[in-house]
């Protein structure tokens, strides 16, 4: 069995992006009109703004799939904890706040 040097590709071909491909054919492709693609992207862009604006300073709370509590807005990912667990932390806020106080000076600040 001899084996060929030139590998075949398996599956359907596929297809070959043409840029100069008139916008107006690919915006028929989605069934919206001009119009309403133009509408459609300054909504996502005006969301798009208010998204980014909105992680500045700003803290919110939603309940996850599984019923907990996230807090978003303390970093990347959110910290997700049930409603006990938060409960036991807002009980000792003020025993957090003390330690934070007296270790001030071995705690590094997130810039």
Request: zero cysteines; proline letters at 4%.
């Amino acid at each position: 069995m001899l084996l060929s040097s030139r590998t075949e590709l398996s599956g359907p071909p596929r297809p070959v992006i043409n840029e100069a491909v008139d916008a107006k054919e690919r915006w028929g492709e989605t069934g919206m009109s001009e119009s309403e693609l133009k509408a459609e992207l300054e909504r996502l862009r005006a969301e798009n703004e208010r998204l980014k604006n909105k992680g500045v300073g700003g803290l919110s709370l939603k309940v996850s799939e599984k019923g907990a509590v996230s807090l978003y807005g303390m970093g990347r990912f959110p910290v997700t904890l049930y409603k006990e667990q938060w409960l036991r932390i807002l009980a000792s806020a003020s025993d957090i706040e003390t330690f934070i106080r007296e270790n001030d000076s071995k705690l590094k600040t997130k810039e």
